[in-house]
T-cell receptor
């Protein structure tokens, strides 16, 4: 079975600063997909960023970028210029190319401090 | 497009009662799934479906049944509710599990 680990239950960052959320995963697959989802207090799950494992280039979406280290099985999320609206729970998730199951980490609660 | 809709938003059940959580999507997605979210445990997959007539178990399937008679609908049935099933339930859909999953707004279920 695949596992996804988020070792930081809670984090905080000052508005306009940069923060990095950690995620590691365990798999024997060579091709797979990694995701970061955001869950604000509204409870709605929103995709932040998606990375395909066979792509060397790190994915970016505006202020959000990832540091994908395939050999280390690490997939961290960097949020630049943090905004109050970034306050949310962030989940790392995994899907293998050969499976139909989706695995989530336990989440990191991020608070942006004004 | 309404996206993924779930009903009800809130529900209180007594132990032993049964109920169905409804989920529908209007994006013609083949892949649909149900998760439960518990504090400190993230989202855990209950059941999923890769198309009409095809369902399979996820990580925590016990106590839940599903069926998929149409592409649009994927109801989740609790046969005999237990307090351990108190949770927030999310339905999601995507064209393939390797792509973005679109989530419904969730159902908060309390079993007393």
């Amino acid at each position: 079975a695949q596992t996804v680990t988020q070792s930081q239950p809670e984090m905080s960052v000052q508005e306009a600063e940069t923060v990095t959320l950690s995620c590691t995963y365990d798999t024997s697959e060579s091709n797979y997909y990694l995701f970061w989802y955001k869950q604000p207090p509204s409870r709605q799950m929103i995709l932040v960023i998606r990375q395909e494992a066979y792509k060397q280039q790190n994915a970016t979406e505006n202020r959000f970028s990832v540091n994908f280290q395939k050999a280390a099985k690490s997939f961290s999320l960097k949020i630049s210029d943090s905004q109050l609206g970034d306050t949310a729970m962030y989940f790392c998730a995994f899907n293998s190319n050969t499976g139909n199951q989706f695995y989530f980490g336990t989440g990191t609660s991020l608070t942006v401090i004004p | 497009n309404a996206g993924v809709t779930q009903t009800p938003k809130f529900q209180v059940l007594k132990t032993g009662q049964s109920m169905t959580l409804q989920c529908a999507q209007d994006m013609n997605h083949e892949y649909m799934s149900w998760y439960r979210q518990d504090p400190g445990m993230g989202l855990r997959l209950i059941h999923y479906s890769v198309g009409a007539g095809i369902t399979d178990q996820g990580e925590v399937p016990n106590g839940y049944n599903v069926s998929r008679s149409t592409t649009e609908d994927f109801p989740l049935r609790l046969l005999s509710a237990a307090p351990s099933q108190t949770s927030v339930y999310f339905c999601a859909s995507s064209r393939d599990p390797s792509y973005e999953q679109y989530f419904g707004p969730g159902t908060r279920l309390t079993v007393t």
